[in-house]
């Protein structure tokens, strides 16, 4: 086809220009293509750095840094001793932390918190989250070995017990159930945001962690009926967070290992949080047959995760879960489209794919179970 020809013409074209350096400095210096090439090429020089701004954020994170700026502008010679550092060290990391835009100098030469600063203090989930990174960071050293499955057991496949198949105890549980309940504050309201419970009576919320989920859900949707379901060692911590939360009699949960046992019940809207990338096919199809199971007729499986082509994230997707979930060592995340062909092959219909508009969007995808019941599974 004459578009598809022109198409091919036109990237090998690009593709040798750009390799060509004379070809990119006159880019440069022509005002016309300046603001590309400018462009273009910090953003190659942010990938190639971007590891260094991490450790910056790490350190800002570890030393708490912005806390200690929450009541107004200190100079760097202040911050010496609370961070135990010398001043110049002190400086050299506050200037980083401006170039990043964490914190801003002013011109009497003390430093103030900024916009994102700001924004990461507002928000203990991120925070969580960049602290947990040493961990990837460390698995990611030799990304080679990694792709080609050499790396030997990971730092994250030890964190997640369950990716690996082995048994979770109250231990192994604690950690990853923390922050998966810290960073749920990009997440529920997000979910919530887009998808109504409104004209639901209930809902079982699968692999559900410690609660935090099912408790925003219950303070907006107070006529709801709420069950929820993860392995017993999380459950456990999602009755006493519930029962703290005053919420106690009004969700029920259930420990339970989702692979053998059966869901607690029946309801008419199922849902899965951050559960399905973590799996591979043939158990994701499991997981959504069981759901479809404890569907009541015509009801809804709900699915909200980061997925693999997001629009205008794609970073989110490929590059950064795609190699987070290799790092620990089971699921990926799929597109849009791969998660609606394993739920047909689990037996749903009309399924339907909504963005959020949150700091870390995700894919809230739904499908119908059949008013008829399992006429429809394939
Ligand atoms: C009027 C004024 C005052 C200002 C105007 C100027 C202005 C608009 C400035 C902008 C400032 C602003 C609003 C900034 C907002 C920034 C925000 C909200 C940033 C939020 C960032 C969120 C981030 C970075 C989230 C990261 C999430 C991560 C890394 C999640 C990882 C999740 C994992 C690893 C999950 C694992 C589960 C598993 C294993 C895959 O199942
Ligand atoms: C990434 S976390 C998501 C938790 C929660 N939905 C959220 O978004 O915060 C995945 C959850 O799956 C649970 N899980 C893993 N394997 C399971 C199994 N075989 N049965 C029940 N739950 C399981 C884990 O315990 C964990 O709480």
Known sequence: MPGERIGAAWRKLRREKLADREFRRS???????????????RRLFDYTAGFVYSQILKAVVELDLLALLADGPRKAEDLSGPLRMSPEAVKKLLDAAAALDLVERLENGSYEIAALGSALQGET?????????????????DPVKLLRGEAG????????????????????????????AASQTFVADDVLDVFS???????????????????????????????????????????????????????????????????????????????????????????????????TPGGEVMVAEPIADMPGAARVGHAYFGFYLLAMGSGRPRTSAEIAELMERAGFWSVRTRFTRGALPLAVITARRSSEGPMWRI
Request: charged share 25%; hydrophobic share 45%.
């Open 27 to 41: 880019a440069a210096q022509n005002p016309l293509t300046r603001p590309i090439a400018t462009a273009s090429a």
């Open 197 to 295: 419970f409104g004209d639901r009576n209930s809902l079982i919320d699968l692999a559900g962690g410690d609660g935090a989920f099912v408790e925003t859900v219950a303070r907006r949707w107070e006529h709801l009926a709420i069950a929820m379901a993860d392995l017993p060692p999380v459950a456990e911590r999602a009755r006493q967070r519930l029962a703290a939360a005053g919420l106690g009699d009004r969700i029920a949960v259930h420990g339970l290992d989702l692979f053998a046992d059966r869901p607690p019940g029946e309801a008419d809207v199922v849902s899965f949080v951050r559960v399905l990338h973590d799996h591979d096919d043939e158990r994701v199809v499991a997981l959504l047959k069981l759901a479809h199971d404890a569907l």
């Open 153 to 180: 057991e990971t730092r994250l496949s030890r964190f997640w017990p369950y990716a690996g198949g082995g048994e979770v105890g109250e231990e192994g549980a604690a950690p990853y159930s923390e922050l998966m």
């Open 125 to 141: 989930g991120v925070r969580a989250m960049i602290a947990h990174h040493d961990m990837l960071y460390a698995d990611l050293a």
